[in-house]
């Protein structure tokens, strides 16, 4: 069991988790259904323009389920404070709204630099930039075998729109690998998974379990609002 521990300052802010698994078929042959099209990645979270993933969501509190996606829109400069960063704009749909994310890639782990988050009319809710960023998923070899844990320390100055309020806040995430190569059964197939719990407390306080298959990203979560996935399109990286 290996910790590590990465403090990070804050400036301007935006919040979130991750997780691990693998495909134990590798990638698809060429007659695979157009919805579910694999990643010629050995990635964890294969990030490429127009990769898609769609999930079947339930609300935990109210019962209502619905399909809901998320889509690789760009590949852009950050500007303003992070000038400079590039990073792969992520539109993702939820029950209650919508968030768009940027995400980099920096090869063994994806981090999220900012995130926004709107509700079922698009009206912006709230809007992150996380300084430096916040961990999506760690790919690091130590980070991705049986029983390794680390935490996570971070900030970001948050603009609360709803509330017209702006301030800093802090985020402490502990990342703990429960499972390697687990089964896991969801619409759009078995994968062999690698499951890893995120428990975050500070502003604001989850409990999140993320499944992620090699050449497929996320499969499963399990939390506030649990989902599996029903297809997947995934692009070769440009």
């Known amino acids: 069991m290996k910790k590590k521990s990465r403090t990070f300052a804050m400036m301007a802010g935006a919040t979130?988790?991750?997780?691990?698994?693998?495909?134990?078929?590798?990638?698809a042959p060429m007659d695979t259904p157009t919805d579910r099209v694999p990643s010629s990645s050995n990635r964890y979270l294969?990030?490429?323009?127009?990769?898609?993933w769609t999930y079947h969501a339930t609300d935990p509190t109210s019962g209502a389920s619905g399909e809901t996606y998320s889509t690789v829109e760009a590949l852009e400069d950050l500007g303003g404070s992070k000038a400079g960063i590039k990073a792969f704009r992520v539109r993702s749909s939820t029950l209650t709204g919508s968030t768009v994310?940027?995400?980099?890639?920096?090869?063994?782990?994806?981090?999220?630099?900012?995130?926004?988050?709107f509700d079922l009319a698009g009206s912006m809710q709230s809007d992150y930039i996380f300084e430096p960023d916040r961990l999506r998923l760690d790919e690091s070899p130590e980070h991705l075998v049986l029983g390794a844990t680390w935490t996570e320390n971070h900030g970001a100055?948050?603009?609360?729109?709803?509330?017209?309020?702006?301030?800093?806040?802090?985020f402490t995430a502990v990342w703990t690998v429960e499972a390697v190569d687990e089964p896991v059964t969801v619409p759009a197939g078995t994968f062999s998974c690698l499951?890893?719990?995120?428990?975050?407390?500070?502003?604001?306080?989850?409990?999140?379990?993320?499944?992620?298959?090699?050449?497929?990203?996320?499969?499963?979560?399990?939390?506030?609002?649990?989902?599996?996935?029903?297809?997947?399109?995934?692009?070769?990286?440009?």
């Open 157 to 170: 100055n948050l603009d609360d729109l709803v509330n017209r309020i702006q301030k800093p806040v802090t």
């Open 195 to 238: 499951r890893v719990r995120r428990v975050q407390t500070g502003f604001a306080s989850s409990d999140e379990m993320h499944y992620f298959a090699r050449h497929i990203g996320q499969v499963k979560q399990a939390g506030p609002e649990p989902k599996e996935l029903t297809s997947y399109s995934i692009p070769p990286a440009n």
């Open 101 to 117: 994310n940027w995400q980099q890639d920096l090869t063994t782990s994806v981090v999220r630099q900012r995130e926004q988050f």
């Open 16 to 27: 979130v988790a991750l997780s691990a698994c693998s495909n134990p078929a590798g990638p």
């Open 46 to 52: 294969p990030l490429s323009l127009g990769a898609k």
